[in-house]
């Protein structure tokens, strides 16, 4: 099981948390990042938002899903990183 962050706190967050759980072998939801400081220390659906998505440099070993397009432009990472979820 990898790791496995998400990008965006909003409703596709939750929409990616349901097709992450539905394969719980392959993935471990730790944390979700979002630029909104009114969000961090929530969470989405049991997840933390961990912080902002800067963070995403901080945690080299968990895989990203782009909740929030724009998100995916903004974060230059090999694309190994991303994950797709079908």
């Known amino acids: 099981m990898a790791p496995l962050l998400l990008l965006g706190a909003g409703d596709r967050a ?3 948390l349901t097709a992450v759980r ?3 072998y392959v993935w471990i939801p730790v944390g979700v990042l979002d630029d909104d ?3 961090h220390g929530q ?3 049991g ?3 961990l912080g902002p998505v800067d963070l995403v440099y901080e945690l080299p070993e968990a895989g990203l ?3 929030d397009p724009s998100l995916r432009e903004r974060v230059f990472l090999p694309a190994e990183r991303w994950v797709t979820l079908r």
């Open 43 to 45: 969470d989405v659906d």
């Open 37 to 39: 400081p009114a969000l």
């Open 14 to 16: 939750k929409a990616a």
């Open 47 to 49: 997840v933390p938002v």
């Open 65 to 67: 899903v782009a909740c």
């Open 22 to 24: 539905e394969r719980p």
